[in-house]
């Protein structure tokens, strides 16, 4: 019996893909119950992406579920491996049985499957029909497993499903939305502080720029001042993490950097990711410190406590309009501003108009999840993969735009000096050039995909579900 540790990222993804990883000294065992598959690997783990573990038949497994996240523990328990043999009378292997039990406290639960040896298909169905005969059940998830142990889930999604009904007031639909990713933003804020893995940072600020957009987007739900003013100290908390997640972006795509640039620049590139690590450090230093500051605190609890139906925050002239009304009329509306800056699109467009478009379709995305329960599932669901498929190509545009004024700066501020400051500019300069080509490539899709976005069809799939039966769009009906 061996002393272990149950793990699994923070948003579940292992228990989700019906996968254990348990950590045992140092190795790392993979148990998939819905293959029937016992793997292991040496593996010491720490809390860093699992794309940083070394590579082993458990890690190359994780990383076809998860690659940013780091796992953590989820439980501390006891484990058995066992391996029998079923022989024949030539001592030859007919079948492989493998049985891992694993106990918490006074519970315990036993997990095993039975390994097909080519050839021997009669003994393997023979032990397999004994197994189910002695009460052995199959099992193609991790939940009764959990229960069995008595392991709680951790209740976490970052997408999560809001309940929203059609003729509810638009601003108590609105309040709900507020509340649930102002919650979800708080449940990232000790993961930032320890730094377990780079997605709680990206998660919370996902989860802020959504409460920014409803406070934007949902004009006249709330009384404008107050918008305004939340708005503002909401884009002041982030403004705290804004370095930090920039140094993440840089650090994370290291490979494609190296993938980019011939191996004669690997030397300036790894001078300059050093020298980014250690800002790095600094900047996760003033993110935990703000974070835990009680100003933070203080202000995100009065945030909470705001965002309450029926209370403290106030009125906008549409206040109690139908939440499917508002719906229609702000999907249709922004669906249109995102076809009429396309159409203004071409080859000699400047970086700025692309990056306005890709902010209009930001703000369309949010709107349709946002509003995804009022509308039928299958429908919306394919509008917003359309959508998602252009928005993929002016993400990687906006993202080699800004990563080569970033490399610009970095430049001109002589990150090192002496030596290696010319390795790191040879290195700057080659990478540049790659990442301007790869711009001008991702140009060019985006046009493509516009024509696409704009087409008759999607045209006329937003029309179907966002206008209302007698073919208005109720821009008569609400205040603009």
Do not use: W
């Amino acid at each position: 019996m061996q002393q272990a540790v149950l793990l699994d990222t923070f948003d579940n993804h292992m228990f989700q893909a019906a996968k254990l990883i348990i950590k045992v000294d140092k190795q790392l065992l993979l148990l998939d119950l819905q293959a029937g598959q016992l793997l292991g690997q040496a593996a010491p783990v720490s809390q860093v992406a699992i794309e940083d573990l070394d590579r082993g038949p458990v890690v190359d497994m994780l990383l076809e579920v998860t690659r940013l996240r780091a796992l953590l523990p989820i439980a501390e328990v006891r484990v058995r491996r066992e391996e029998y043999r079923v022989l024949d009378d030539e001592e030859k292997t007919l079948v492989r049985i493998y049985h891992l039990t694993i106990i918490r406290g006074r519970k315990f639960a036993g997990i095993g499957y039975v390994q097909h040896l080519r050839g021997y298909s009669e003994a393997y169905n023979d032990i397999r029909q004994g197994l189910e005969n002695c009460g052995a059940k199959g099992c193609q998830n991790a939940d009764g497993l959990y229960t069995t142990l008595g392991i709680a889930i951790r209740e976490y999604n970052v997408k999560p499903e809001i309940g929203l009904f059609p003729e509810t007031s638009i601003k108590e639909s609105a309040t709900i939305i507020l509340q649930t990713f102002l919650k979800i933003a708080r449940q990232n804020e000790q993961g930032v502080i320890d730094d377990c893995d780079t997605e709680f940072l990206h998660d919370y600020r996902v989860c802020l720029r959504k409460v920014r957009s409803v406070l934007s987007l949902f004009v006249g739900v709330f009384y404008a001042k107050d918008s305004a003013r939340l708005k503002d100290e909401l884009a002041e908390i982030m403004r705290t993490t804004n370095g930090l997640r920039d140094l993440d972006v840089y650090l994370l795509n290291r490979a494609e950097y190296y993938r980019l640039v011939p191996p004669h620049a690997h030397g300036g590139l790894q001078i300059l990711f050093n020298e980014l690590a250690q800002r790095r450090k600094v900047e996760r230093g003033k993110v935990g410190n703000a974070l835990q500051s009680k100003e933070y605190l203080h202000h995100m609890e009065s945030l909470e406590k705001l965002f309450v139906i029926g209370t403290k925050i106030k009125s906008g002239p549409q206040a109690n309009f139908p939440s499917l009304s508002f719906a229609r009329r702000l999907i249709m509306k922004r669906y249109r501003k995102v076809c009429k800056t396309g159409r203004a699109l071409d080859e000699t467009t400047p970086d700025e108009s692309i990056h306005q478009l890709r902010i209009h379709c930001k703000k369309l995305r949010y709107l349709m999840e946002f509003f995804a329960p009022l509308f039928p599932a299958a429908e919306i669901k394919q509008l917003i993969r359309a959508l998602k498929l252009l928005q993929d190509n002016l993400g990687n545009f906006n993202d080699y735009s800004v990563q080569q004024q970033f490399l610009e700066k970095l430049l001109a501020s002589h990150i090192v000096g002496g030596a290696k400051a010319l390795a790191v500019a040879h290195s700057i300069g080659a990478l540049t050039a790659m990442l301007y080509q790869l711009q001008g490539d991702e140009r060019n899709r985006i046009i493509e995909h516009l024509a696409t976005f704009d087409s008759l069809d999607i045209r006329n799939a937003f029309t179907k579900l966002f206008l209302t039966e007698d073919g208005s769009d109720e821009d008569n009906n609400l205040l603009q």
